[in-house]
C-alpha cells in the first residue's frame, strides 16, 4: 500500500523509521493491534519501514462484540500490507484491578506469539505524558516518572515522539476508520481523567506545552537514573561480596550493634545471600535504595512498593528492633519478608499463617 505525503503520515513514518535504525534495523516484527487510531498508523507505518509485520489483536472479552472489533482490526492490518494478522483471546482476570489485569493479560498473549520477534507498540507522546503525570502523583520516586522506554526487549514504542492527533490525522489521510474504545472515554478510569480533564486544564492554566515537559523531564529522569544505576550496581556488589571475618573456631564473628536478633522465623534458607547492613550504612540514601530494590528483584521480590522499599531502608539506616518487611513474591504457602540478621539484610520465606 502507498502511503500520502501528508504531515501526519510523515511524523508517523519518520518516528517507526528512527526507531528501526536505532534498534538494529529492518527484520519481521510483531505489533501490537487494538484496532484504535495509535496501532492502525503504527502497522502502516510499520509495514513501509520495518519490514514484515504480524499484528497480533489481542481480545480481552470485557466488552460485548469484542470478537467482532478484533476480526475488523485483523481485516484492516491485512489491507495495509501484513504478512499475517491474528485473534488472540485472552481470560482477564481481577488481581489489582481490571485495567492491570487487562494489561498482564495482553502482554502475556504478545509473548506467547512473538516466536523470537519484537513487539512494537503504539504508544504515543500523550501516552508517555499521562504515564509520567499519573507517577508524578503517585510520588513513589524518580523511576516511576521515567514514564516509558523506547525499547525493553522485546517492547518496542516508536512513537514515543509522535503525537496522539498525528496518528488520528493518519488514518483520516488514509481513509481507514478507527475504533474508539468505549473505555477511553469512561471517567470511572483515572487514566482517562488524566487524558479528558487534568492534562487539558494544565494545558489552559499553563499556556500550552505541558504534555512534550512532562516527555521531557522524563528523559532528563531517566539519563540521571541510568548513572545512577551504575553506582548502585556497584555498592550492591560490594555489599554482597562482603563478610565478615572468620573465628578460629570456624564460626562467622557478629558485630553486637548491627545484630538483629529476630531471625527468620520460618523456612530454612539461610544460603539464599545476603547484603551488608555496615556496607548498605555508609552509602547515601538513593543508592542504597536503589542498590536493594535491585537486589530484590533478583531475590523474586515483585511488585515492590514505595512504602516497602522505605520501610526496609528503616531497617538498614534507623533500625530500633523493629521485625521484618513482608513484600510480594513467594509461594502459595510461604511469603517473603526481608529481615535484619546478624548485621545483614536477608530475604526469607515465612509460612503464610
Known amino acids: 500500500m502507498r502511503l500520502p505525503e501528508t504531515a501526519a503520515v510523515l511524523a508517523v513514518r519518520r518516528g517507526v523509521r528512527e526507531w528501526v535504525a536505532a534498534h538494529g534495523g529492518r527484520g519481521p516484527v510483531v505489533v501490537g493491534l487494538s484496532g484504535g487510531a495509535d496501532s492502525l498508523a503504527l502497522v502502516a507505518a510499520a509495514v513501509v519501514e520495518a519490514g514484515a509485520v504480524t499484528a497480533v489483536v489481542v481480545d480481552h472479552r470485557l466488552q460485548e462484540g469484542?470478537?467482532?472489533?478484533?476480526?475488523?482490526?485483523?481485516?484492516?492490518?491485512?489491507?495495509?500490507?501484513?504478512?499475517?494478522?491474528?485473534?488472540?483471546?485472552?481470560?482477564?482476570?481481577?488481581?489489582?484491578?481490571?485495567?492491570?489485569?487487562?494489561?498482564?493479560?495482553?502482554?502475556?498473549?504478545?509473548e506467547s506469539v512473538r516466536d523470537g520477534r519484537p513487539v512494537l507498540l503504539g504508544h504515543t507522546l500523550d501516552d508517555q505524558a499521562e504515564t509520567v503525570l499519573l507517577g508524578l502523583a503517585r510520588g513513589s520516586g524518580g523511576r516511576s516518572i521515567q514514564g516509558m522506554v523506547a525499547w525493553n526487549a522485546p517492547w518496542g514504542r516508536p512513537l514515543l515522539g509522535v503525537r496522539r492527533a498525528q496518528t488520528v490525522g493518519m488514518c483520516t489521510d488514509l481513509?481507514?476508520?478507527?475504533?474508539?474504545?468505549?473505555?477511553?472515554?469512561?471517567?470511572?478510569?483515572?487514566?482517562?481523567?488524566v487524558r479528558n480533564e487534568v492534562l487539558p486544564l494544565l494545558e489552559d492554566v499553563l499556556g500550552g506545552g505541558v504534555a512534550q515537559a512532562l516527555v521531557r523531564t522524563a528523559e532528563q529522569l531517566r539519563a540521571d537514573g541510568a548513572v545512577l544505576d551504575v553506582y548502585a550496581a556497584e555498592l550492591l556488589r560490594n555489599a554482597r561480596s562482603h563478610r565478615a571475618?572468620?573465628?578460629?573456631?570456624?564460626?562467622?564473628?557478629?558485630?553486637?550493634?548491627?545484630?538483629?536478633?529476630?531471625?527468620?522465623?520460618?523456612?530454612?534458607?539461610?544460603?539464599r545471600p545476603t547484603l551488608s547492613i555496615e556496607i548498605l550504612a555508609t552509602a547515601p540514601p538513593a543508592l542504597r535504595r536503589r542498590a536493594v530494590r535491585a537486589w530484590l528483584a533478583d531475590e523474586g521480590v515483585s511488585g515492590l512498593m514505595n512504602a516497602h522499599l522505605?520501610?526496609?531502608?528503616?531497617?538498614?539506616?534507623?533500625?530500633?528492633?523493629?521485625?521484618?518487611?513482608?513484600?510480594?513474591?513467594?509461594?502459595?504457602?510461604?511469603?517473603?519478608?526481608?529481615?535484619?540478621?546478624?548485621?545483614?539484610?536477608?530475604?526469607?520465606?515465612?509460612?503464610?499463617?
Open 66 to 110: 469484542s470478537g467482532a472489533v478484533a476480526e475488523r482490526a485483523v481485516e484492516q492490518a491485512m489491507g495495509l500490507g501484513c504478512v499475517g494478522a491474528m485473534v488472540v483471546p485472552v481470560e482477564v482476570g481481577r488481581a489489582g484491578g481490571v485495567e492491570a489485569a487487562a494489561r498482564a493479560a495482553r502482554y502475556a498473549a504478545l
Open 175 to 193: 481513509g481507514i476508520e478507527p475504533w474508539d474504545d468505549p473505555h477511553n472515554v469512561d471517567l470511572r478510569y483515572t487514566r482517562v481523567r
Open 245 to 271: 571475618s572468620a573465628r578460629p573456631d570456624g564460626a562467622m564473628a557478629r558485630r553486637p550493634d548491627l545484630d538483629d536478633r529476630s531471625g527468620s522465623g520460618g523456612c530454612d534458607d539461610t544460603d
Open 310 to 353: 522505605q520501610a526496609i531502608d528503616e531497617l538498614v539506616s534507623n533500625w530500633h528492633g523493629q521485625g521484618g518487611v513482608a513484600v510480594a513474591g513467594g509461594s502459595r504457602d510461604h511469603r517473603l519478608v526481608v529481615t535484619r540478621e546478624h548485621g545483614t539484610l536477608a530475604v526469607r520465606a515465612q509460612p503464610r499463617i
